[in-house]
């Protein structure tokens, strides 16, 4: 939908216009021109995949000055930070409405500078709804079954995942699972988030972090799960800056648990 929004000049500014748009947005140009017809259809495909659901649907009254505030007949608020207010129905499913920002920006995600000692350096920024999909759909990969369920007319986005045991405080979460979630060398990268791994989606390295305490629950079977993490990905443009990270991120793809130096023939010394 992205790359036919492009071709009329929609929605160019923000994704949150692509999110939001209804099946007759672009209805009287449809009959304009094809690229508008091909937009218009795209959209309605888009709707098929991610639906628009009402504050209601879940108790909430839309109309208050904040919808939030109080429990619902089938929600009752659990927790939530500066992304998300999290709630659980009796059934114990933990539902997520991810916050829009005044301007648009949801989510968050990680830029890249270069520190004068030649450090990557990933810094948290907001946002917006493409990177908030694909920051969930790692989630569910590597961590907590999760499922985007719609994004409402204000442009709330709605997520479900399994309910876990929450961990005491300051517990040690080292223990997530290594082989898809890689811990970085300190050498390579610092960031201004916890636990700052290397995950692969699809195949492509991306940077995931802020998998402290409060992020990590117990599942049914005792076993860590991250809930909420910051990622980004980790580009080729981004990695072939540092040659010696981009080694090494190539080694872990094949072996999760690769040294930081490449292993050397002593018969070629």
Known sequence: MGAKAAQCAFGTRQDRALVLAQGDEVGLLELAEPRWAELGAAIRAFRRTLPLVRLEDFGFDSEADDPFESNTARLHRIGGGVE?????????SVYKFFLFREGGDVGATFAFARGADGLLLATAVPGGYRRLFEKLRLTHIVGMPTEIIGVTHEGVL????TCGKLLPEKHDVSGLDPDRLIPIPSRFLRADRDHPR????DGEPWLVADTHDRNVVRDERGALRVIDLVAAPLG???LDRTPLFRDWVGRARLDPRAEVLA???????
């Open 158 to 161: 709605v997520a479900k995942q």
């Open 236 to 238: 080729a443009d981004l």
């Open 84 to 92: 998300a207010l999290a709630f659980a129905d009796a059934r114990q």
């Open 263 to 269: 292993p050397v023939n002593d018969d070629e010394l």
């Open 198 to 201: 290397l995950a692969f989606l």
